[in-house]
């Protein structure tokens, strides 16, 4: 192994990160990332690992509560990278660092060494090291251990979120692959929300279910912290294990290359599916409406994330809503599915339609060659973002009628579609600025990673917590907002938003003239 | 005629002069090529020509009018193949030309003919592979073929010749010759000054920061006859460019 070339590498990636705060925008996203990385130390470590650590020795329950907050940790630090991309940036590939003199083991090495130090996963580390200083210092386990635990359990999930986005991405890009992906997302979405109550009745599976368990690494780093040494010996054990199964699987999984969905014929088809439904957008968009149609369809993180995008909220309102019984349970799951519903049909869009050109690269230039407006390219993209977008409501509100507790209310339903068309306009509006002014340059062929700028990242986790906030609040502070005789404040809610939309998008165009000449270096990367 | 007039053309970039006051003119008809060594102006130029960028002074004039990047009539009688090529990755390559076709404005039939021909004139017709899994030869003949679908009048072309194999490029020439044998302009930007030689009739020299600093005809070369500038006599196009440009070859001993 070449210590020294896969250090200066290593190097390379944080120069490279560094540079890129040279900017403008950089210093900004900067700024905004080490405040709020700050903010999260101080808030997690006083109020989450470190706390939950002395709760856990007052109450002598070390391990369990180490399993707990292992476990959950480990979870959050797979669905982020798979749904936002964070910690899943690929800064070299290996095509990328075939240049230098170094073997395929150094090259993988390298990689993955990069990997696990993005700033992302030292989150997740100090998070689980508070437990582990709580735990040390009230006796309730060792820190060594527990030092190595965390490190392990780190690893363990970074090659777990790897290992998994790796298999949706060979997925994603097989002949159907997309729905056996929804298929398995709304199998693992809905399954465990459904099997609580039988597991109520069946506590010998329960019990089965946490002996399995014990050999997942989260519960392994809690007998390595919390145990004694035979017990703290088998959980190493079991972490190690995991380690060397992922790493197989890792290898196997980077060796295969994945297979393209490809039509060998010689035969042109002139009239695709593409072409037929760009015609609803008019004569003069059509053929621009087909090219952001075949430039999303195409896209893995758009397919990916367009698959999840519904699962995910089904999975969300039931974790927000199912908790309640009897009466209350149908508002219960309403106020949930209303906090959901505007973002279904943003997030699978959004890297998009907050990032419009920063995907095309060298292609901006084609838009602005053409014989028509400027900005019709910006216009035409949003449109296709839009119907992609729209096409949720129907799902979701076909979701609803066959899910939802009863009795179904058709008030509730239009209310429900409503916050959807208004978090829809809204959000798409908010994606119009972060195009122009935010963008940066994006890799098309990547399934997995957030690369998208500080201005986008605001965008899509700014509007998702938007829309997630108001409902619980409305049912607590003003309970008759959610009644079903006063649907019609969503119907404002949804014009206005419209308004703003409408707004966003002449403003929006006419800006994009005198910013297009920025647009074009960063977006081919001559700028950042 | 004149195809292309531009007149004290300039293109800052904050303080940076990337463009200082350039004016030529290009007759119709003719194969302008328009030569700079590497970072002169030459693309920016490109770029203010063919509304890509905005000039921060001057004016273009493009077959008679005005022009401006929100020129989009001109602009459909101008035919560019950009310095990036301009490609959509995701696409094939019938999907992008037919796409560029229709925005020119070709009816159906015309589009689905002439994408048909080009790609088999300059050898695009695996229809099984992307755009962003072509070679970079084949990426610059889909560039080329997305330049000249809807029969322009005055053709842009920024390095056109590099990464394209002997074949392709004596292809491209032939139809360059033929194109301007009809009447119509091509503007070529290239660092290969056999190729400029051989098909242009006109050339201008630019040197940084995108001064100009020579313009004319180099047909005499052709001629066996000779170029005077400055008291010194060129009778090919390299040592003029050398000479111009005041580009040195570095020396260097360990290499």
């Not at chain 2, 053309?9 to 590497?38: E, H, I, Q, R």
Request: contains cysteine.
């Amino acid at each position: 192994m070449d210590r020294k070339l896969i250090a200066e590498l290593v190097r390379l990636r944080y120069k490279l990160m560094w540079a890129k705060t040279r900017s403008r925008n950089g210093k900004i996203a900067l700024f905004l990332a080490g405040y709020l990385l700050l903010v999260m130390l101080l808030a997690l470590m006083g109020l989450g690992g470190l706390s939950a650590g002395i709760t856990a020795v007052q109450q002598g329950r070390s391990e369990q509560v180490a399993q707990i907050v292992f476990g959950g940790l480990f979870m959050e630090a797979i669905i982020a990278p798979l749904m936002l991309g964070f910690g899943m940036n690929a800064v070299f590939s290996d095509y990328e660092l075939r240049r230098y003199p170094v073997t395929a083991m150094d090259r993988r090495l390298a990689r993955h060494f990069i990997g696990i130090l993005d700033p992302f996963w030292a989150i997740f580390l100090i998070l689980e090291l508070g437990l582990v200083v709580g735990l040390y210092a009230f006796g309730g386990g060792s820190f060594w251990a527990g030092l190595l635990a965390v490190l392990l359990l780190i690893v363990s999930n970074y090659m777990l979120a790897r290992v998994i986005g790796l298999a949706i991405d060979r997925l994603v890009n097989r002949k159907g692959g997309a729905g056996i992906l929804m298929g398995f997302v709304i199998l693992l979405a809905f399954v465990p929300g459904l099997s609580i109550p039988a597991l109520k009745h069946n506590p010998q599976v329960g019990a089965a279910l946490l002996k399995a368990l014990a050999y997942t690494p989260p519960f392994g780093a809690a007998a390595l912290t919390t145990g004694a040494p035979l017990r703290a010996l088998g959980g190493l054990g079991v972490i190690v294990w995991w380690l060397i199964g992922l790493a197989a699987v890792l290898v196997a999984l980077e060796k295969r290359p994945p297979q393209r969905q490809t039509v060998a014929t010689s035969k042109i088809q002139w009239e695709t599916p593409y072409d037929r439904i760009a015609r609803i957008f008019g004569p003069a968009n059509a053929p621009l409406a087909a090219q952001w149609l075949r430039f999303c369809l195409r896209n893995n993180r758009f397919r990916v994330l367009y698959v999840l995008s519904l699962p995910l909220a089904g999975f969300i309102t039931y974790q927000m809503g199912g908790k309640h019984s009897g009466p209350g349970l149908a508002l219960s799951m309403f106020t949930a599915a209303l906090s959901c519903f505007p973002w279904i049909t943003f997030i699978g869009t959004s890297r998009i339609a907050v990032n419009q050109y920063g995907y095309a690269g060298g292609a901006f230039r084609r838009y602005q060659l053409l014989p028509s407006d400027p900005a019709a390219s910006l216009r035409v993209g949003s449109y296709v973002n839009l119907l992609f977008g729209s096409l949720m409501l129907p799902a979701g509100a076909l979701l609803w009628i066959l899910f939802s507790p009863p009795p179904l209310l058709i008030s509730r339903l239009l209310m429900l579609v409503l916050m959807g068309l208004a978090g829809l306009f809204l959000l798409h509006a908010a994606g119009l600025w972060a195009t122009v002014f935010g963008p940066r340059k994006g890799n098309y062929t990547a399934s997995f990673g957030n690369d998208m700028s500080a201005f986008g990242n605001v965008v899509v986790i700014g509007g998702v917590l938007l829309f997630m906030a108001p409902p619980p609040l409305l049912k607590e502070l003003l309970p008759a907002a959610l009644a079903p005789e006063n649907w019609w404040w969503t119907l404002v809610a949804a014009a206005v938003c419209i308004g703003i939309y409408l707004f966003s998008l002449k403003t929006v165009s006419a800006l994009l003239v005198s910013r297009r000449e920025h647009l074009m270096a960063i977006v081919e990367g001559r700028q950042s | 005629m004149t195809a292309i007039q531009v007149s004290g053309l300039v293109k800052k970039y904050g303080t940076t002069v990337a463009v200082d006051n350039l004016s030529f003119t290009v007759p119709a008809g003719s194969m302008f090529g328009f030569l700079g060594p590497n970072g002169s102006g030459k693309s920016t130029t490109i770029g203010c020509l063919t509304g890509l960028l905005d000039p921060t002074a001057g004016q273009v004039e493009i077959l008679g009018q005005g022009f401006t990047s929100e020129s989009a009539a001109l602009k459909r009688r101008m035919g560019v193949m950009p310095e990036t090529l301009g490609l959509f990755d995701p696409l094939y390559a019938h999907e992008f030309l037919a796409f560029v076709g229709r925005m020119f404005g070709l009816d159906e039939t015309t589009v689905r003919q002439r994408v048909t021909e080009l790609l088999t004139a300059l050898e695009l017709t695996d229809s099984s592979k992307t755009i962003g899994e072509y070679s970079t030869g084949m990426r610059k003949r889909v560039a080329f073929a997305a330049a000249v679908i809807h029969s322009p009048e005055v053709l842009f072309l920024d390095e056109p010749f590099e990464s394209i194999d002997p074949a392709g490029v004596a292809l491209m020439k032939q139809w360059l010759r033929r194109f301007t044998d009809q009447g119509r302009t091509v503007f070529i930007t290239s660092h290969v000054l056999e190729t400029v030689e051989r098909l242009c009739n006109q050339v201008a020299i630019i040197t940084k920061p995108g001064k100009l600093v020579w313009e004319g005809d180099i047909t005499v070369f052709s001629r066996d006859g000779a170029v005077e500038v400055g008291g010194a006599r060129f009778t090919a196009l390299e040592p003029l460019f050398l000479h111009l440009t005041g580009e040195k070859y570095a020396d260097l001993n360990w290499l």
